[in-house]
């Protein structure tokens, strides 16, 4: 099983950029599919960003197409997300997971708190 610590997070303004970091432990994370979710306030969990186990290949949510860019190095095992443009709406807890499509597998991390301000 793979066990996941999410960081990266923090408070900025709109506009600004922050990256996130998922470091896994486990020798098989080289054989997922990872993922980025979060949540918001009083809403349902949603998924963010996919990324093959190989690196090459990724899917994206709509709201999050053209400023966020899902990527991973196996040999650190860790998968990261880059945040551009943020908006105030992309406030949320976000975690990481392995995943089978958009499907998360497992347990979750404790997440990492992002914040953007208007």
């Known amino acids: 099983q793979v066990q996941l610590v999410e960081s990266g997070g923090g408070l900025v303004q709109a506009g600004g950029s922050l990256r996130l970091s998922c470091a896994a432990s486990?020798?098989?994370?080289?054989?997922?599919?990872m993922g980025w979710f979060r949540q918001a306030p009083g809403k349902e969990r949603e998924f963010v960003a996919r990324i093959r186990w190989s690196g090459v290949g990724t899917n994206y949510a709509d709201p999050v197409k053209g400023r966020f860019t899902i990527s991973r190095d196996n040999a650190k095992n860790t998968v990261y997300l880059q945040m551009n443009s943020l908006k105030p709406e992309d406030t949320a807890v976000y975690y990481c997971?392995?995943?089978?499509?958009?499907?998360?597998?497992?347990?979750w991390g404790q997440g990492t708190q992002v914040t953007v301000s208007s």
């Open positions: 997971a392995p995943v089978d499509g958009t499907r998360p597998l497992g347990s």
């Open positions: 486990g020798r098989t994370f080289s054989s997922y599919a």
